[in-house]
């Protein structure tokens, strides 16, 4: 397994803590099925605020400063938690970052956005284009001007950015068994698919009792299908890591019902769980992200799709940042 010699530029404070939720099982004392709740802090990975992407982004800028280059490009919607946290990481490594955004330039930056400017990126506005469509144009230019730009594709997802989600299931493993805890299912929000992927090849490797729970967060697809995504980043991140592992359409368990109003549009779902989550822990959930995945796992409880024997870890995969630039 090549898991320990690939480039790797640490960015995040690691191991995040676990912690038991044990105000919001309490108050779902009503429930005979009600499953232990364990919660996994990926918003306190530490850079710029945290989230999901710095661990995929350790590999990433590890890969981008070995071979060379000076600058790094991605792009995602306005208020992409994975552009702030790539910015924050390209400042800390040193390179350039320039951001190709959907929308237009608004008149106040706020949440994620203002972020990107106090980070120095250079932002591009794209239009209805949200999900770095117009990376290859940037990178042309950059190329053009005697740049050598590394591009990081949408959400950071690719065989190479999952490797942090592989890592991080092994993380986990070993730090439940310290705390002598068990987990039987994770539950975690799934859009670009890399850190679903991630951490299915990760329980395959170093936690095969786990079932990883992906909730989608994200109705429109692009070119192939998300679960075509999924076992791709998967498969090709294993033949990455140097592992004999193949998965297919089976291995990967979506729930895909918890799409609303689509992507980044705040309903009744994530209004209550942002709410919960604050009231009873003291917890911050994200308005596009994490708030539909625990909506979406409060509702798994209620339909008892778990036992009361289970011990169900949802992956905090952080998104703090957009809080400030919604209206909830
Ligand atoms: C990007 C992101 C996700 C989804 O991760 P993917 O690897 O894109 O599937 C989940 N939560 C937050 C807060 C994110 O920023």
């Known amino acids: 397994m090549k898991l320990e010699i690939l480039p790797r530029f640490r960015l995040a404070f690691l191991p995040t803590p676990v912690a038991e939720l044990k105000r919001l099982h309490g108050a779902l004392s009503d429930n005979p099925n009600a499953p232990r709740l364990l919660i996994?802090?990926?918003?306190?990975?530490?850079?710029?605020?945290?989230?999901?992407?710095?661990?995929?982004?350790?590999?990433?800028?590890?890969?981008?400063?070995?071979q060379g280059c000076d600058s790094v490009v991605t792009g995602g919607a306005a208020q992409s938690n994975h552009c702030r946290q790539t910015a924050a990481a390209a400042a800390s490594a040193g390179m350039e970052c320039h951001l190709v955004l959907g929308?237009?330039?608004?008149?106040?930056?706020?949440?994620?956005?203002?972020?990107?400017?106090?980070?120095?990126?250079?932002?591009?506005?794209?239009?209805?284009?949200?999900?770095?469509?117009?990376?290859?144009?940037?990178?042309?230019?950059?190329?053009?001007?005697?740049?050598?730009?590394?591009?990081?594709?949408?959400?950071?997802?690719?065989?190479?950015?999952?490797?942090?989600?592989?890592?991080?299931?092994?993380?986990?493993?070993?730090?439940?068994?310290?705390?002598?805890l068990k987990a039987t299912h994770v539950v975690v929000a799934s859009s670009s698919c890399g850190t679903q992927a991630g951490l299915v090849l990760?329980?395959?490797?170093?936690?095969?009792?786990?079932?990883?729970?992906?909730?989608?967060?994200?109705?429109?697809?692009?070119?192939?299908?998300f679960e075509e995504q999924l076992i791709q980043i998967a498969n090709e991140t294993a033949q990455h890591i140097g592992v004999d592992e193949n998965f297919t359409r089976s291995d990967f368990i979506v729930r895909d019902q918890y799409l609303g109003g689509g992507y980044g549009v705040v309903g009744e779902l994530e209004r209550n769980a942002i709410q919960k989550l604050g009231e009873l822990e003291g917890i911050i959930l994200d308005p596009v992200y994490t708030s539909r995945?625990?909506?979406?796992?409060l509702d798994l409880i209620e339909q008892d799709y778990f036992g009361k024997s289970d011990t169900v870890l949802f992956w905090h995969t952080g998104g703090g940042p957009a809080v400030f630039a919604e209206s909830i």
């Open 40 to 66: 996994k802090r990926d918003d306190l990975t530490g850079l710029a605020f945290g989230g999901n992407k710095t661990r995929k982004l350790e590999f990433l800028i590890g890969d981008a400063i070995s």
């Open 293 to 297: 995945a625990f909506g979406g796992m």
């Open 202 to 225: 990760g329980a395959r490797l170093f936690y095969p009792e786990v079932r990883v729970v992906g909730i989608r967060i994200d109705k429109d697809e692009i070119g192939i299908t």
């Open 103 to 180: 929308g237009t330039e608004p008149g106040e930056f706020t949440g994620n956005l203002l972020l990107d400017r106090i980070l120095g990126a250079k932002i591009s506005w794209n239009g209805d284009l949200r999900k770095g469509e117009n990376i290859p144009v940037i990178a042309k230019q950059l190329r053009a001007s005697g740049k050598q730009p590394y591009v990081i594709p949408y959400g950071g997802s690719n065989a190479i950015g999952a490797v942090g989600y592989v890592l991080a299931m092994k993380e986990l493993s070993a730090q439940l068994s310290q705390m002598k």
